[in-house]
Structure formats: structure tokens, C-alpha cells
């Protein structure tokens, strides 16, 4: 087949709204004939011991470390031990026994450095493998390996976007690489809109005044912060009305949502109506990296046009091997994720017995939960509190959230038993009491 017939043959493979379709066709053999066009294809690194013979005995040391190394972490002062609140190793897959000695395996064979980017030689029958299962989690045609979920918003936004006939609208409280992607698009000459938080109204209405060719909607589906949802069934139902491409960040939702663990679209049964999924490999998967879950022609198109893909080193093998065991370990385990939403619920019924969190914690909707303080002072004063009492949690300020809203953010695992759970609850109440009281004046 002919590079020509490549393209032509991939650019209308699955149904995207009308002025998506032609345009992604239009551009992609744009990129054939102008020769630009980029393919990736798997190679089989070679054993060479002698590269890493150094490291060998420490590999295998930690390969047989097999005891659970849970949420702990070392916390400033001497000796001094908090249990982690703040990981977003949603099902502990990061430190699980089978996750480490893939890892283990893979950096005692092939080393670490994954040696150049993608498009050169960094790109492994391993990183094919693990874009293949990705792909089939998000049930989507075709997938593509980041080298971070923030690499893979910002440029993946840059390339579709980045022209004065896009406009893209972005959920107030996106994530930063969001809202950096929508920077980058707006540089290229795209307009941008930013609406109220899940004010889906607001959006329609700036949808239907908008007169652009082409338009992106992008949303998180599991919201960082505040750990709520985005109403992906309302998004569906504009995207068929205004024939938007529509994007949805899953890094919190991948492996936490949906039936076999492809986030927020799958748990609503949208999974063929979302255009392209974000996610991340660095959260509930435990290992690195980011990904684009799409349709073929898209990703096609993102191979040779996304900067943060094109001119990065690629995943190295550790990582890869990582995830890949975390997907096996996902679909084998099933009670680590029932676990987590088991510890959720836990959460839940030890906020409602604190009345001062009752108060000031909204009932948890996800593993993410926070405790709004409100300055920055009191926030920093609770967290070193907590810490103090045995736990780290982390006290999220300006800019990543607005003045006024300081707050202590909560991060569930499965890897936390219902004890830690009920006794962090108790070190909160009696921080945010501490926190409320006024201060004496000198």
C-alpha cells in the first residue's frame, strides 16, 4: 500500500462529527504529500548485559522485596513516619509485588533510558503492546503513548486546535495541562472560551453563537480538585447538536470508573461518542507516562503533528513493563478496585460522624475528597498538624486553586485499611477545629 493510499485508507475509519471528518482527512494527506507524515514501528531492543551488569544486584534486591510496602512515606523530621493521604495510586498497583518485579525485569534486561524518541528508535514491541491494551480499555480504535498525561493534553490540543478556524471551550476548573494546551492553541490563532464550571447551559450558549469551522469541547471527566464528575451524558447530547469533537481527560477516572476500568465515558455507556480520551499510566495504573486513546486517523495525525510526543524521549521499558503487569494485575484482582470504593464509602460514614466535617466536607463522590480551610495560613497550619499526628496531607493553595478556597486535599487507596481511614478522620476534625479558632492577637 502506498503511503497515499495509507492515509486515505485510515482518515474516515470511524464516525466523527461531519467538519472533523473532512478536516482530519484533508490534513492528514496534506501531511502524505508533503511527505511529513510520520509512522511508528516496534522494535526489538537487544540484550547487552555489560550496559547494566552495575545494577544488576540492586534489581534483584528489589525484585525480591515482596512485602507491602502499603501508603507510608517518610514524612520532614527525624524518624518520623505519616501514612500517605496524598498518593494518586488510587489501587496501590505502584507498589504492588507483581507491578515492581515486571518493572525489575525489564530495567535488568534493556536498562532504563529508552534510548530516543518515538519516531527514532525509542519505540519498542512493548510500548505497541501496552497502546493495544490501552486502546481496548477505552474502546477505541487506536492509541498513543505520551511521555506524561500533561504532554499529552497540552500538545494533543495544540495540534488539533492550533488555527483561526478552531475554537476550543474548556471547563473552568480543567487541569493545567488543559488549560496550557488551550494557551498554545490560542498562539496558533484558535479562539478559546472558558465556561463556568459543569454550567453546560452557558456552554450551549457560547456554542451557538460561536461561527467557527470547527470546534472542541474539553472537559476532565473526574475533577482533581474538588473529585466530582463531568455530566459526560449532557456533553454527548451538545456534541450531537453542535458537532463538536469532544475530548475527555480520564487521568483520574482510568482503572477508578467504568466496568473494565476505562474511566467516566465507559461507566456511562459513552465510550463511542467521546472523539478522544486523555489519560494517564502515573495514577491508579502506577507506573509513568500519559496516553491518547482515538480513532486511527487521528492518531495518524497526532504521530506527526504533536510536538510533546514527536521531540520527547519515548517511555522507558521499566515504565511499560510496569503498566502492562498493572493491566494483567487490574483484570485479575477485582477486589483491589472494590476495595478502594469500599474505603470511599468508609470515608463517607467518618466524615458524617465529625460534625465539624460533616460542615465543611462535601460527602466524597470518588477516592478524591477535600476539606475546605480557606486561607493559606490555616491550610499550611492543618497540614503541618496532620503530619504531626501521623498523616500526609497535602495543603492545596493558589494558583491551583482560587484565593480563598485553601484546602486539604484527600486521596483514597486501596492500599489504606478502614483503621487508617477512621483515624485520619479524627486528626481532621480536631485540624479544622484548630484552624477555625480565632487567633490571639500580640
Not at 508533503?34 to 531492543?45: N, T, Y
Request: aromatic residues 6%.
Amino acid at each position: 500500500m502506498s503511503r497515499r493510499d495509507r492515509s486515505t485508507s485510515t482518515s474516515r475509519s470511524r464516525d466523527l462529527p461531519p467538519s472533523w471528518s473532512t478536516w482530519l482527512a484533508d490534513a492528514n494527506d496534506a501531511l502524505v504529500a508533503k511527505g511529513v507524515d510520520r509512522a511508528l514501528r516496534p522494535i526489538s531492543p537487544t540484550e547487552d548485559p555489560s550496559t547494566f551488569t552495575a545494577r544488576v544486584d540492586a534489581l534483584e534486591r528489589f525484585r525480591a522485596n515482596e512485602s507491602d510496602l502499603g501508603e507510608s512515606v517518610d514524612a520532614p523530621g527525624p524518624s518520623r513516619r505519616a501514612t500517605s493521604f496524598s498518593s494518586n495510586d488510587y489501587l496501590g498497583l505502584g507498589t504492588h509485588a507483581r507491578t515492581r518485579a515486571a518493572a525489575s525485569r525489564a530495567a535488568a534486561r534493556f536498562g532504563c533510558g529508552p534510548r530516543s524518541s518515538a519516531l527514532i528508535c525509542g519505540y519498542t514491541e512493548w510500548h505497541r503492546s501496552l497502546e493495544v491494551e490501552l486502546a481496548k480499555l477505552c474502546e477505541t480504535e487506536e492509541c498513543l503513548l505520551f511521555p506524561t498525561g500533561y504532554a499529552a493534553n497540552s500538545t494533543a490540543l495544540q495540534a488539533l486546535c492550533g488555527d483561526a478556524e478552531c475554537a476550543v471551550f474548556s471547563d473552568a476548573l480543567n487541569h493545567a495541562s488543559i488549560v496550557d494546551g488551550c494557551r498554545l492553541a490560542k498562539q496558533g490563532g484558535a479562539s478559546v472560551h472558558t465556561f463556568s464550571h459543569k454550567d453546560y447551559n452557558e456552554l450551549e450558549r457560547a456554542l451557538r453563537a460561536c461561527d467557527a469551522k470547527r470546534k472542541v469541547v474539553v472537559s476532565d471527566s473526574l475533577f482533581s480538585m474538588d473529585g466530582d464528575y463531568a455530566d459526560v451524558d449532557r456533553l454527548v447530547e451538545l456534541r450531537r447538536e453542535y458537532g463538536f469533537l469532544l475530548v475527555l481527560d480520564e487521568a483520574h477516572a482510568t482503572l477508578v470508573c467504568g466496568d473494565r476500568g476505562g474511566g467516566v465515558a465507559q461507566a456511562r455507556g459513552r465510550c463511542a461518542d467521546v472523539d478522544v480520551h486523555v489519560g494517564t499510566l502515573s495514577k491508579a495504573v502506577g507506573a509513568h507516562g500519559g496516553f491518547v486513546a482515538c480513532s486511527r486517523a487521528m492518531k495518524l495525525f497526532l504521530v506527526s503533528r504533536a510536538r510533546g510526543q514527536m521531540f520527547s524521549t519515548a517511555l522507558p521499558a521499566p515504565a511499560i513493563a510496569a503498566a502492562i503487569e498493572s493491566l494483567k494485575v487490574f483484570a485479575d484482582e477485582p477486589s483491589i478496585r472494590a476495595k478502594l470504593w469500599s474505603n470511599v464509602d468508609r470515608m463517607n460514614a467518618a466524615i458524617a460522624s465529625h460534625p465539624i466535617l460533616a460542615s465543611t466536607t462535601r460527602p466524597l463522590e470518588s477516592p478524591i475528597g477535600c476539606v475546605i480551610i480557606g486561607t493559606t495560613d490555616d491550610a499550611l497550619a492543618a497540614a503541618a498538624e496532620l503530619s504531626r499526628a501521623g498523616f500526609h496531607v497535602p495543603a492545596i493553595r493558589p494558583p491551583t486553586v482560587p484565593a480563598g478556597t485553601c484546602r486539604l486535599r484527600i486521596a483514597l487507596s486501596a492500599a489504606h485499611s478502614h483503621d487508617d481511614i477512621d483515624a485520619l478522620a479524627c486528626a481532621l476534625a480536631q485540624a479544622v477545629e484548630r484552624a477555625r479558632r480565632p487567633r490571639s492577637r500580640l
